[in-house]
């Protein structure tokens, strides 16, 4: 599905947004996303369980998301821009608790001050994650407590922006034995910010997702 020029989503009610969703899950495949297709032959063990959430805001009257970046000194994807979330937790009852547990400890982000909006498809990284993506909106302003060990920023970028096929593009990226070449996505810096890979393409699936009226 190619998404349109001159598209805007600020007219999304919260009640839309949880209905696209549960759309695009229901007719999703049961399998995880996978970041490169060959990536199953080369993972030797089952994938670790994790959850992002993927949070919305409004400003201006327009819907934004939030990213961090990850903190360069992280021996995982450091110094990426990426959703606050990580790997589950024995104790962790589903993929919102461990999404909203995760981003209380990046960012200080009080579980009772989102509310979950529902989740995309399953994706599993090159790092043998499968991530569970979990769309929530947050307040805004809201006064963030980002773990210094962990986090060195926390931005937004507006929703629109997103959504627009001029400022995203996928892009051959060389990835280490034994596999082969893949594209990657990748967006346009934004605040000084590049959006790409595995965050990259959770956003583009859901920005696909809201833009599907197929359903």
């Known amino acids: 599905m190619e998404l349109t020029r001159g ?8 009640a839309e947004i949880t209905r696209q969703l549960s759309l695009a899950l229901k007719n999703a495949s049961p399998e995880p996303y996978l970041e490169f297709p060959a990536l199953p032959q080369f993972l030797s063990e089952s994938p670790r369980p994790a959850a992002v959430l993927i949070p919305f805001l ?3 009257s327009a819907w934004h998301i939030l990213y961090t970046r ?5 021996p995982e994807h450091s110094g990426q821009v990426a959703f606050p979330g990580g790997r589950a937790d024995p104790e962790d009852l589903s993929p919102e608790q461990t999404a909203l547990r995760e981003s209380y400890e990046e960012i200080g982000l009080k579980p009772q001050d989102v509310r979950i909006l529902g989740r995309l498809q399953d994706y599993l990284t090159i790092t043998n994650y499968r991530v569970t993506p979990v769309v929530g909106v947050i307040p805004w302003p809201y006064e963030l407590h980002p773990a210094e060990a962990e986090v060195s920023r926390v931005f937004t970028i507006p929703l629109d922006w997103l959504a627009q096929p001029e ?9 280490p034995p034994p596999y082969a070449p893949a594209k990657v996505v990748y967006f346009e810096p934004y605040d000084g910010e590049v959006l790409w890979g595995a965050s990259a393409r959770m956003t583009l699936n859901l920005v696909r997702a809201l833009f599907d009226r197929s359903a």
């Open 7 to 14: 598209l805007s989503m600020n007219h999304l009610s919260e």
């Open 58 to 60: 409004s400003s201006g």
């Open 70 to 74: 990850r903190h360069s000194d992280l």
């Open 167 to 175: 400022n995203h593009a996928e892009r051959p990226r060389q990835l």
